[in-house]
């Protein structure tokens, strides 16, 4: 609702070729976009935006297809983590063999990308670590079963926990 604001602040202020404004886009694109007044009043007022950034591939990709903002003025913006900030050392071992278990509290989606948790659940058991992801989110069906395939090809079964939504936790 920001970015319809500040797009219609903008289109108001379109003699004035000095002022830029910049949306951000999340979520509202890959989630209210189904609805027809909602990208009526996106199609509108987001041109008025100088730029959209966003932080993944679909919103991107809703932003061009459904909302028809032209491909120069969305951009991606990708979550960045250093990775080498968090390499253990190599002497490092673990002190017992306690599975340690880590929430994920996340619907389970492309848009949240749970894949990514399959070479780091195999790394770490490399490593001598056993993990467990533990997936608590509504998932999409589609999405949520071409994961647990490739969770299934890579031998990971006890490394993930599907516990679906919760409600009231």
Do not use: M
């Amino acid at each position: 609702l920001l970015n319809v604001l500040n797009g219609l602040i903008s289109l108001l202020n379109i003699s004035n070729r000095k002022t830029r404004h910049i949306g951000s886009e999340r979520n509202s694109v890959l989630r209210y976009t189904q609805g027809y007044l909602w990208r009526v009043l996106c199609r509108i007022f987001y041109h008025g935006l100088a730029a959209l950034y966003t932080n993944n591939s679909p919103a991107v990709e809703q932003l061009q297809n459904l909302i028809g903002i032209e491909p120069e003025r969305t951009f991606l913006i990708p979550n960045i983590l250093d990775t080498d900030y968090f390499r253990a050392q190599a002497e490092t071992k673990p002190a017992n063999d306690t599975v340690f278990s880590i929430l994920v509290p996340a619907r389970v989606c492309e848009q949240k990308n749970q894949a990514i948790l399959i070479p780091v659940a195999a790394k770490l058991l490399k490593t001598g670590y056993r993990i467990r992801f533990v997936l608590a989110g509504n998932p999409e069906q589609a999405y949520a079963s071409k994961l647990k395939q490739q969770i299934v090809a890579a031998y990971l079964e006890d490394s993930f926990a599907w516990i679906g939504q919760q409600e009231n936790t």
